[in-house]
């Protein structure tokens, strides 16, 4: 731009989509991410989430709202501000009977890059996220996790400035999900701003600097994992007793923030400034050991329930 | 996982061009890897009817317009087998994109609707033309050709398989299971087809279905084919062509608006 400042990857004003069936997905959605983020956007199933991914990609039409894409607006000139744009979407959506090289090459053509140059880049692709051995393989004999490898290889190939990734990791083992992390933080350290959505918020919670919670078609809460975090309103801890937990016991804790998950669980909700040591002491005074302190999950899940039930 | 970013990718990009190229490049690949499919049916079709109406009852049938039967039914038999071709190949290529979700892959990418809307016709129109090649080689046994305007021939052809493989694409839009891609072909296409003309002249036919007949756009298609032939039609050649342009550019007006309103392909 002239005056030198960058515009968003994304800027979103006021999107709505109603669907043919009369569902409204998205409510008036307003959501800017600046070029070089590492966004996510997390709800519940139904929230709206990959409807606004499609309406980005070109793949559903928005029915009112304004959306610009690396400073284009897709009303202008759809065709440019797709070319800035990767996707990974949540369903398979390859030709079966097609190799992954094939797929591949064929998604470089439709971005207008000729066979020659996408493939030592669609080779390199492959090697990275290891398909190597598949190159040749039909799309129909990878197993889930290589589909969704080979979706982003195919997402990656006109090396997009915005990667939009639906549940990237959905059916994806540990090992690989942790490899599958560090190529995404590698493509975004390298400029790429990427934007997911996912259920597993400690993914969104180790990855994304920003995310957005989006419940019924709204965006609910948005702002960096670090302040959401900071504005919790109560921290829960799980905590294994050494011995089973009497009836008793259970009593004489009645008036602590406490209840019981199970026989030798207990769940602890700490309110901003209260510190574990105070409860820790108050459960041994009523004889209550305590062998172990849990983090009930990722930290951004509690936020997430708060606000979603709230909501 | 490291990803090292090729720089030689940064070049300036075609995405109609290269676009186009590629879809082509895929649907003429797909017609000869499924050759028995898409290849090999109609020439069974064609050559059937060839021996049994041309060979067989058309030796018992007299001459028209100074032809013997069979020559006069080789281009009709030509031009069905080039429209099945051209609507069967655009509407499975379309409709199998559709449902295994791989239409997606055309949609994101930054190809102009009607470069995507060209690149699925280039295959009906390739498949319809080499079927029409095919059927004419096998004709040589049976009769042998004349040809009259090899020009008319090529356009008559052509402007055929484009407009039913744009035909088969608006079907395949709205096509929203298998069975809404059978409907058409059987109970419209057949019909009309072989009340079209290929087999007999309308001049023969009573005032009142030959003025019907004239409603049928297939008939101008036939008998402009027929005409590169033989040099005779039952209708003006000029007249034909206008109903071919005609029906072709409103079939691209409704698939240009299909796409842009994406009903059928996009949410
Ligand atoms: N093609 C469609 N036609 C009609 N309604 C749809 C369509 N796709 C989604 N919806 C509806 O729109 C709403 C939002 O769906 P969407 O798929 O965007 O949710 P999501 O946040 O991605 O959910 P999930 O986490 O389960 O993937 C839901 O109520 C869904 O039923
Ligand atoms: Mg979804």
Redesign the interface.
Known sequence: MSDGTKPAAIKIVDLKKV??TGVEALKGVSLTIAEGEFFALLGPNGAGKS?LI?VL?????KTSGTVEVCGVSIDENI??A??F?G?V?Q??????FETVID?II??A??????RH?AM??AN?LIE???LADKRDTQAMKLSGGMKRRLMIA?SLI??PRVLLLDEPTAGVDVELRR??H??LR??NA?GTTIILTTHYLEEAEQLSREVAIINNGSIIKQGSVKSLLANMNSVTLLLDTVAPISTAELQLARALPITRIDDTTLQLKLAPGETVNDYIRKLSTIGVQISNIRNNGSRLEEVFIDLIQKD | ??????K????E???????F???L??EVTRVFRIWSQTLLPPVVTTSLYFAIFGAFIGSQIAKIDGFSYIQFIVPGLVMMAVITSAYSNTVSTFFG?KM???L?????????DWVVIAGFVSGGVVRALLVAILVLIVSLFFTHLIIFNLFIIFAAAFLTSLLFSLAGLVNGIFAKSFDGISIVPTFVLVPLTYLGGVFYSINRLPPFFRFLSLGNPILYMVNAFRYGFLGISDVSVTVSFEVMIFVTLALLIITLWLFK??SGL??
Request: overall charge positive; aromatic content about 8%.
């Open positions: 669907y043919g409807t499609s990609a070109g793949l559903a039409i065709d440019k797709k070319s744009i996707i979407p369903e398979f959506n390859f030709n079966w797929i064929n998604q053509g439709y971005y207008g890059i000729p140059v030592p880049r390199e990275n996220l290891g195919r006109h090396e490899g599958m560090d190529f590698e493509l390298a | 996982m490291a990803l090292q970013t090729t030689t990718m940064s070049e990009r075609a995405p109609i061009l290269v676009g190229l590629t879809m490049r895929k994109a295994q979700r791989n997606e892959e055309l949609l994101v990418s930054p190809m102009p309103r994406g996009k949410n």
